[in-house]
DNA sequence: AAATTATATTAACGAACGTTCATTAATTAA
DNA sequence: TTAATTAATGAACGTTCGTTAATATAATTT
């Protein structure tokens, strides 16, 4: 039989599109098989079970380390402008979260995080509260050197992040992403937010 | 055989808790039935299929009817007071969330939005599109009475929704509501929104 | 070239799935 | 009182599930 190099990742990826689609309960290891074009018992050379094969996609995608994929050296130069910081901060994290992964695994944890499959938390609150911390260091900062209202960063931080969310979340049902309304919708919200702790 | 009234209720109650708990494919009817105190053929007299089920607790529950639920005539009366109005009106919806069919009623939602199961599209948008209609209506009103900034009444409104709602959804994780606590970010919030809009 | 390892195959396992069936007891209507 | 309806039962259905075993072949190492 011929060795098809990356079978493993082909069933990961696979797999997220299924699990992101259907859930993981509704998703048998012959519907990923099949997809991938192997036999399910072959997907047993690569993974001992259907759990394992879920639990390898959450240690995949978990470390989303934003300050790593969002904090650019051209980013952190706008801090002197902080309106400006705020939008191009917004729209790199929209950026970040219409990436078709980011997308599907967002709405696996969606989807997932009550289902505590095999005993491991499975938590949206674990993503944004990551995403809030970044934020609140940052306004955290902004607060310090006068820049902006004094105002506990991590409510600024909530105040900020909330609507971004759910802008994003209300997109991730409509499949056609329509970036530009999203970018107009995310640019009102930060007028609004710049507007409300300017000093 | 006894009758046993109620069953069907009975039926719809349990297969609501362990939607709402598993997901509506990894709960099966011999779950339910165990549950209710039947056996899974006797669930076939009250429903044709397992489908059914969930579509039966879809139309029970999707009749929200904010305006009938949370408009009292003493919330009404607070109009005058825009500030305290916008914290009693938080809080019962809060509180209208934090109600136990309601809060498994949008687990389930927020776990099956994908699936669309039979065809029927089952949004969470859709709840929150009502909820945002009815605080544009009334954040429209206030600026037209010139009582708040003149900003475009559906920016103001997802400006509002959009922090309490995240802080209900980060709630109805852990199970133990500390209502306290969340009325105290509600609290937050509304001066945080009110200080952006007051004139 | 031989041995080993990795990866695929076919076949099958027991368990659980949603659902149907004939039957029976209890309730309701005539 | 009888007939019809309702709601339960236990058994069985065909299907699918996750998983395992035995086996064959390709790729790699010796």
């Given at each position: 039989m011929?060795?098809?190099?990356?079978?493993?990742?082909?069933?990961?990826?696979t797999?997220?599109?299924?699990?992101?689609?259907?859930?993981?309960?509704?998703?048998?290891?012959?519907?990923?098989?099949?997809?991938?074009?192997?036999?399910?018992?072959?997907?047993?050379?690569?993974?001992?079970?259907?759990?394992?094969?879920?639990?390898?996609?959450?240690?995949?995608?978990?470390?989303?380390?934003?300050?790593?994929?969002?904090?650019?050296?051209?980013?952190?130069?706008?801090?002197?402008?902080?309106?400006?910081?705020?939008?191009?901060?917004?729209?790199?994290?929209?950026d970040?979260?219409?990436k078709?992964?980011?997308?599907?695994?967002?709405?696996?944890?969606?989807?997932?995080?009550?289902?505590?499959?095999?005993?491991?938390?499975?938590?949206?609150?674990?993503?944004?509260?990551?995403?809030?911390?970044?934020?609140?260091?940052?306004?955290?900062?902004?607060?310090?050197?006068?820049?902006?209202?004094?105002?506990?960063?991590?409510?600024?931080?909530?105040?900020?992040?909330?609507?971004?969310?759910?802008i994003?979340?209300?997109?991730?049902?409509?499949?056609?992403?329509?970036?530009?309304?999203?970018?107009?919708?995310?640019?009102?919200?930060?007028?609004?937010?710049?507007?409300?702790?300017?000093?």
């Amino acid at each position: 039989m011929p060795k098809l190099k990356g079978t493993k990742e082909k069933i990961l990826e696979t797999a997220l599109n299924l699990f992101a689609q259907s859930g993981y309960a509704a998703t048998s290891i012959r519907d990923i098989s099949r997809r991938v074009g192997i036999r399910e018992s072959a997907v047993y050379n690569h993974f001992k079970s259907k759990e394992e094969i879920f639990l390898s996609i959450i240690d995949k995608y978990r470390f989303l380390d934003l300050n790593e994929k969002i904090l650019s050296d051209e980013l952190l130069e706008e801090l002197t402008t902080p309106q400006r910081f705020l939008i191009t901060f917004s729209n790199k994290l929209i950026d970040l979260w219409d990436k078709p992964e980011e997308k599907k695994f967002m709405r696996l944890l969606l989807m997932e995080q009550f289902s505590r499959i095999s005993g491991r938390e499975i938590s949206v609150n674990g993503l944004l509260s990551e995403l809030r911390t970044l934020c609140g260091m940052i306004l955290g900062e902004m607060v310090k050197h006068g820049i902006i209202k004094k105002i506990d960063p991590e409510i600024l931080a909530d105040e900020f992040i909330a609507p971004l969310f759910l802008i994003r979340a209300e997109f991730m049902v409509t499949d056609e992403s329509s970036i530009s309304e999203v970018k107009k919708l995310v640019e009102q919200h930060v007028n609004f937010f710049w507007n409300a702790v300017r000093l």
